[in-house]
């Protein structure tokens, strides 16, 4: 069960095990456009294939825009995506938790390589995790617009019972676009909350922007629910 829904974890899903991860991000008002409104949603399964491979698949990656200056409304089919975590340490028994990720996504206008390093720290009821991302992307017709970001996460929770958790995230995004200089640094924070309860459990974190970035939503809220 996830305790961050913007931030991953360094365990991995035990051997055999099969979970289904859905998720709903949903973001609203960029200074520069300020009737604009997002859904994002995503449908994941996730395997346990070894004691430190974790396996998913992005079934679909779809999404609503409601976004009168680009003329855009409605639902439309985003990407489907591969993901691979490898486990290398243990949060809790090791100085240091430690998994690599990486992810390759593909849709019908879109290729994106994503890799991740997770670090995770395990002290008593409390978990503290840090990811650090690189992402390259190409888009267009004929993926002739390339770019990328590097982002940052880092999250606090603590288990009030074994039932419910309570923390925060912190988000830090640089845009790289044709990878020949940075812009755009936006910072966003905020609480979540997790419920785990039988074999369900579900996590929702509202980030608000901390920075001025116009061209980026000033308020996000990310819901992960699982059935594994």
């Known amino acids: 069960a996830r305790r961050f829904?913007?931030?991953?974890?360094?365990?991995?899903?035990?051997?055999?095990?099969?979970?289904?991860?859905?998720w709903i991000t949903w973001g609203t008002s960029p200074e520069e456009e300020r009737r604009f409104n997002g859904l994002d949603f995503r449908h994941e399964i996730e395997f346990g294939v070894t004691e430190r491979l974790?396996?998913?698949?992005?079934?679909?990656?779809?999404?609503?825009?409601?976004?009168?200056?680009?003329?855009?409304?409605?639902?439309?089919?985003?990407d489907s995506a591969i993901e691979?975590?490898?486990?290398?340490?243990?949060?809790?028994?090791?100085?240091?938790?430690?998994?690599?990720?990486?992810?390759?996504?593909?849709?019908?206008?879109e290729l994106e390589l994503e890799s991740k390093v997770i670090l995770q720290k395990?002290?008593?009821?409390?978990?503290?995790?840090?990811?650090?991302?690189?992402?390259?992307?190409?888009?267009?017709?004929?993926?002739?617009?390339?770019?990328?970001?590097?982002?940052?996460?880092?999250?606090?929770?603590?288990?009030?019972?074994?039932?419910?958790l309570v923390g925060g995230e912190l988000l830090h995004e640089i845009d790289l676009p044709d990878w020949s200089r940075a812009e755009d640094s936006v910072l966003y924070a905020g609480p979540n909350l997790s419920y785990r309860r039988g074999n369900w459990w579900a996590t929702v974190t509202p980030l608000a922007q901390l920075t001025n970035v116009g061209s980026e939503v000033d308020f996000q809220t990310r819901l992960i629910f699982?059935?594994?």
């Open 54 to 78: 974790q396996a998913a698949i992005y079934v679909a990656d779809w999404g609503y825009r409601e976004d009168p200056d680009a003329n855009e409304h409605g639902f439309s089919y985003q």
């Open 122 to 164: 395990n002290v008593g009821r409390f978990v503290i995790a840090y990811n650090g991302t690189l992402e390259a992307k190409w888009e267009g017709d004929r993926l002739e617009e390339k770019g990328g970001e590097l982002s940052q996460a880092f999250g606090v929770s603590y288990e009030i019972s074994p039932a419910l």
């Open 84 to 109: 691979l975590i490898y486990n290398l340490t243990n949060p809790t028994t090791d100085l240091l938790g430690l998994a690599l990720y990486g992810e390759v996504r593909g849709g019908p206008e």
């Open 5 to 22: 829904t913007y931030v991953y974890e360094a365990t991995t899903a035990a051997p055999g095990s099969i979970e289904s991860e859905n």
């Open 226 to 228: 699982g059935f594994s």
